[in-house]
């Protein structure tokens, strides 16, 4: 199989929605640069552990405001699966050539959704995932859309592009949820402790 572009796998894959989930993933990824102080303890776990959960949640939110109505979450878990279009697929930090173990393994709502998605194309077995790479010092430097054989080889492939200018400030497409003032709760004896008091 030779290498494909991801429009030639599957016409949801379109280029403008695979640029727009890239800048995300750039955008949210240097956000979260802001936030890393190794004075105060962080290290590069905590600054993985962090952009991941702010990629899932953030798209998580996205998707359920229909900002961008391409968009659907098929696990919210940690085990986070997400889909454009019908195809389904996850992201991970890493090079392409060397794409880790747990990147390779398919979920059961993935595969299922995959055999929706290509049905008995020759692409029904492919991995679909956004590889993030960074730098040295954590910020991202290259976004590929990749579809991974069973082995880890690349079937499809697009480096993605993107430069400081062309990056979307994440507030335009993730609002925090407004603060909502919470009533000090009321404080009340239970039913057992009703009955308590009156049999006393």
């Known amino acids: ?78 085990g986070f699966v997400f889909r454009i279009g019908n195809v389904p697929m996850r992201f991970y930090r ?38 993030v790479e960074t730098g040295l010092t954590g910020e991202p430097t290259e976004i590929v859309f990749v579809g991974h054989a069973e082995d880890g080889s690349v079937q499809c492939f697009w480096s993605i592009p993107f430069d400081e200018a062309d990056f979307e400030d994440v507030t335009d497409i993730y609002t925090p949820p407004a603060a909502v003032e919470i009533p000090a709760p009321v404080v009340a004896p239970t039913q057992d402790e009703k009955s308590n008091q009156a049999a006393t």
């Not at 379109?14 to 890393?36: C, D, I, N, P, Q």
């Not at 595969?111 to 991995?127: C, I, P, V």
């Open 1 to 78: 199989m030779t290498v494909q572009m991801p429009w030639e796998c599957h016409p949801d894959l379109t280029e403008s929605r695979l640029k727009s989930v890239a800048k995300f993933l750039a955008s949210a990824g240097r956000e979260v640069l802001t936030h890393y102080n190794p004075e105060l303890g962080d290290d590069t776990w905590s600054l993985g552990c962090r952009r991941n959960s702010w990629w899932r949640n953030r798209l998580i939110a996205i998707a359920g405001a229909g900002d961008w109505n391409w968009l659907g979450i098929i696990s919210p878990t940690k």
């Open 94 to 131: 890493g090079k392409t050539s060397r794409p880790p173990a747990s990147t390779l393994s398919v979920r059961h709502d993935e595969l299922r959704q995959l055999r929706f998605a290509f049905g008995e194309s020759e692409f029904k077995e492919l991995k679909w995932r956004f590889a």
